[in-house]
């Protein structure tokens, strides 16, 4: 394969999803150098000066904008209610986007930026880095496998306890703006159901608020608020039932996986620790890094035969191997912005069931 010069990235926002979720892997990749980082809080300026000295830090997406010849990637990292308008104004200008998930809070926005992607000639991706869990990697290997058989349920949850609620915009935001846990955790549930299983023929949500932060009385499941509490039910066109649960009132854990099919069950307890390594300052690629405990194993059998299954490696930095491939030697894109508009659909249609 060719050599490439790496691609000369800016990254608009430095919150938690810039400054964990994405600067890490561009940092530590010879494929991209970081040469701007967008943010308007001075105090995660300095920060990001700190941290990335090479890179030049602005204020405003229209600074950035105006010299768009000194890039070729652009990665929104903001609150979803911008990632159409910051996106569509990269790729007006012929550079490469990554958006953050969620996506788009309003599906037609997605359909205009993957129409405007298309027209511009340039490559455009989400960033569902949650396809590169160890859990989910390790559940795939299985299906594929056929150690499972036929799957026909599917049990996922992100399921936590904070129980004072979501934070900052999350918590304010309505569904139009991309509010709530369904556009927090549920965009990746769904989008791991959509990848596992397929099409979704039926769809069927619950959402529930349960402090006044969210927009709505507590208990209530109307208004247009922020949802806390949420659970969905896909029947996919496979055949496959996927059921869905993200909440932050659970004390005590849950499964995150219970997958029953006609040979066997598998079910694993736990989250995926790259997003813990990574808030310590773990460096992506480095030794260990991705590598699950055995406690988090995952057990694969049926009654009086069940076996631990060794986790495969957690692989986040997997994306943006995949994206530098598909901008420079014309690969699939790590995820098809069209697959990750699917899961905003799916989300989209559990507002409107559960609206007032």
Do not use: C
């Not at 596992?196 to 009385?217: D, I, K, N, Q, W």
């Amino acid at each position: 394969m060719a050599e490439h010069r790496p691609l000369r990235t800016a990254l608009i926002g430095f919150g938690l999803s810039g400054r964990v979720f994405h600067a890490p892997f561009l940092e530590a990749s010879s494929g991209y150098s970081m040469d701007a980082i967008v943010t308007s809080s001075p105090e995660r300026a300095a920060q990001a000066a700190a941290v990335h000295p090479r890179a030049r830090i602005v204020a405003t997406a229209e600074e950035l904008f105006a010299a768009p010849e000194l890039l070729d990637l652009v990665v929104v990292a903001t609150p979803p209610a911008s990632h159409s308008p910051l996106a569509a104004a990269a790729l007006d200008r012929g550079l490469h986007v990554v958006v953050d998930k969620p996506f788009v809070p309003v599906s037609t926005q997605g359909e205009d930026l993957i129409a405007k992607a298309r027209q511009a000639g340039v490559v455009l991706s989400v960033y569902q880095n949650r396809r590169w869990d160890a859990d989910f990697l390790t559940l795939k290997k299985l299906i594929d496998g056929g150690e499972l058989g036929r799957v026909h349920t599917f049990e996922s949850r992100f399921e936590r306890w904070k129980p004072e609620g979501l934070r900052a915009w999350k918590a304010t935001a309505d569904t139009a703006a991309g509010g709530g846990i369904l556009f927090d955790l549920g965009v990746h549930l769904i989008d791991q159901a959509l990848t596992l299983f397929g099409p979704a023929a039926t769809v069927y949500g619950e959402t529930a608020h349960h402090t006044s932060a969210a927009g709505g009385e507590p208990g209530s499941t109307a208004g247009s608020g922020a949802d806390e509490d949420a659970f969905v039910s896909l029947l996919h066109e496979s055949g496959v039932r996927s059921r869905l649960s993200m909440n932050l009132i659970s004390a005590l854990p849950a499964p995150r996986f219970h997958v029953l099919g006609s040979a066997a069950a598998f079910t694993s307890w736990g989250t995926d620790g790259q997003e813990a390594a990574l808030n310590a300052g773990a460096v992506p690629g480095t030794d260990g890094y991705g590598v699950e405990p055995e406690e988090r194993w995952g057990t694969l059998g049926t009654p009086g035969d069940t076996r631990k299954v060794p986790s495969e490696r957690g692989a986040y930095p997997e994306f943006y191997r995949q994206l530098a491939e598909a901008i420079n030697d014309g690969a699939p894109v790590p995820v098809e912005p069209a697959e990750a508009l699917d899961a905003i659909r799916v989300i989209e249609e559990i507002h409107r069931q559960n609206r007032a």
